[in-house]
């Protein structure tokens, strides 16, 4: 079945330090990978995604995602987190041809500390 | 601008009552989904459609209803089968993949509180 994990409900960094939210999947064929963001009380907004080319992929806000295939895994990261990043993150996969659904991770809350 | 709509932002509902939530889409989007979110349970798909006309229960249908008359509606009914239906709900939509259109796009969502 296929599927995506974030191990981590919570992550906490401080302003300035770099930062990973970590996520692996579990596809049968090839990955169509994503991560959004979500801010409280708001939908989810697109940050990045991977669907083929370069294993490094890079988004809004200057987030970015490294793709590795033998890790089954798509960690999103930043060099230098800000304040403003604190939100609630989530993984996702598209299941192509299983009705061609996305299926979201549980989130991550990250907590940027001034 | 091209975007999801999702009305009310905020709606309250006494026990026994049925309500709808509004999702309007103006991106010619073909697929559109209903989730519900919970503190710390992630996304839960209630419902989803591909086309016009036709729509297949997700993991958590019971006590929800939808239909899908014209593409850019999506509404759903939170009937009073739903015993706990104080959530978050989302609506999103998605094109298609053969224009390189691989993702969802969400509306701002509904917050409904049982009073």
């Known amino acids: 079945a296929q599927s995506v994990a974030q191990p981590e409900d919570q992550v906490n960094v401080a302003e300035g330090n770099p930062l990973t939210v970590k996520c692996t999947y579990s596809v049968s064929g090839n990955p169509y990978l994503f991560w959004y963001v979500q801010y409280p009380n708001r939908g989810l907004q697109f940050l990045l995604k991977?669907?083929?080319?370069?294993?490094l992929v890079k988004g809004s806000y200057g987030f970015e995602a490294e793709f590795n295939k033998s890790q089954t895994s798509f960690h999103l990261k930043k060099p230098s987190a800000l304040v403003s990043d604190s939100a609630l993150y989530f993984c996702a996969v598209r299941d192509i041809g299983r009705d061609d659904k996305i299926i979201f991770g549980k989130g991550t809350r990250l907590h940027i500390l001034p | 601008d091209g975007g999801i709509t999702q009305s009310p932002k905020y709606l309250f509902r006494k026990e026994g009552q049925n309500v709808t939530l509004s999702c309007e889409q103006n991106?010619?989007?073909?697929?559109m989904y209903w989730y519900r979110q919970d503190p710390g349970q992630g996304l839960r798909l209630i419902y989803y459609?591909?086309?016009?006309?036709?729509?297949q229960k997700g993991d958590i249908a019971e006590g929800y209803s939808v239909s899908r008359e014209k593409k850019e509606s999506f509404p759903l009914t939170v009937t009073s089968a739903q015993k706990n239906p104080t959530a978050f709900y989302l609506c999103?939509?998605?094109?298609?993949?053969?224009?390189?259109?691989?993702?969802?796009?969400f509306g701002s969502g509904t917050r409904l509180t049982v009073v």
């Open positions: 991977y669907i083929t080319g370069d294993n």
């Open positions: 999103a939509s998605s094109g298609i993949k053969r224009y390189g259109d691989y993702g969802y796009t």
């Open positions: 459609s591909q086309i016009v006309n036709d729509f």
């Open positions: 991106l010619n989007h073909d697929a």
